[in-house]
């Protein structure tokens, strides 16, 4: 499974608890939605937790999420993203 494809599914089942609208890479405002949380998460606070997280982890969370980031410019060069 794609980095993408994987945090796209992860904020969707936790959008089907809330009853919220689900997130699809085929719509251009939904991609920049994407890229949005993508953004927030990249940011040093939240990727290592507010310092709670381990090194390794802090590795591991911020290859995820580059690898998300990377899969979704390929997608759609046009998303603005700011931490990535």
């Known amino acids: 499974m794609s980095y993408l494809t994987k945090f796209v599914d992860h904020k969707n089942s936790f959008a089907s ?11 251009a405002q939904d991609r920049q939605r994407i890229a949005s949380m993508l953004d927030g998460a990249l940011s ?5 937790c507010d310092g709670e997280l381990s090194r390794t982890e802090i590795q591991r969370r911020y290859r995820e999420l580059s690898g998300a980031a990377k899969e979704l410019r390929a997608l759609d060069p046009s998303v603005k993203m700011y931490e990535f």
């Open 17 to 27: 608890l809330f009853k919220q609208p689900q997130l699809s890479i085929q719509n």
């Open 44 to 48: 040093p606070e939240n990727l290592a």
